[in-house]
């Protein structure tokens, strides 16, 4: 980050996920983290496909972990679909349409190898791409276009092999997408 680049900071929420305050996001994460505001997004390619990343070596938690297509943290003050957009143009460079809530209320608390905590109310959205990502290498290692029901297979008997909050929340996507 170049000294003209303010550090990112990330809603801190109550009990009660109510705002009360922002940290560096820097800061943030850590044995003892603090319940904050996050996203999770699962990107479509238009024939059935799910983009899904694997996270790259240097990110502070889970890295080189396989996961949804991307996450992040809304800005204070930044509604939770503008966040979307503009993490995945960070992240994958891509534009996205059809931006879709579908988890409005999940949340999860996980602890990484190394004792950091991620301790999130982390609402799911669903959106489409028109093509494939160009990705950022500080943010994804690799990437793939997979079916979905082969994504909510491997969520169902295979849930180690991706983050803990994409292994949570398939289940869940499984059954709001099956309506």
């Known amino acids: ?4 680049t303010p550090p990112e900071r990330v809603v801190l929420l109550d009990e009660h996920r109510r705002p009360v305050g922002t940290a560096d996001k820097r800061e943030v994460h850590h044995t003892r983290t603090p319940l904050h505001l996050a996203f999770s997004c699962y990107v479509f390619d238009g024939r059935g496909n799910v983009l899904v990343t694997r996270r790259a070596l240097a990110k502070r938690t889970w890295p ?3 996961t949804n297509s991307f996450c992040g943290h809304p800005a204070p003050g930044e509604a939770l679909p503008d966040a979307v957009r503009r993490r995945a143009r960070h992240e994958l460079g891509l534009d ?11 949340a999860y608390q996980a602890t ?4 950091t905590v991620e301790n999130e109310f982390c609402p ?16 994804v290692l ?3 276009w997979i079916p979905w029901p082969e994504l909510a297979a ?3 008997v295979a849930p180690w092999t991706l983050s803990p909050w994409a292994a949570e929340q398939l289940p869940l996507l499984a059954e709001a997408f099956a309506d």
């Not at 990484?112 to 004792?115: F, L, S, Y």
């Open 96 to 106: 996205l349409a059809g931006v879709e809530l579908v988890l409005p209320d999940f």
């Open 142 to 144: 690799e990437w793939r």
């Open 1 to 4: 980050m170049s000294a003209a």
């Open 64 to 66: 080189g972990v396989w």
């Open 154 to 156: 491997l969520g169902r």
């Open 112 to 115: 990484a190898p190394d004792g």
């Open 124 to 139: 799911v959205f669903r959106a489409d791409a028109a093509g494939d990502p160009l990705a950022n290498p500080d943010e």
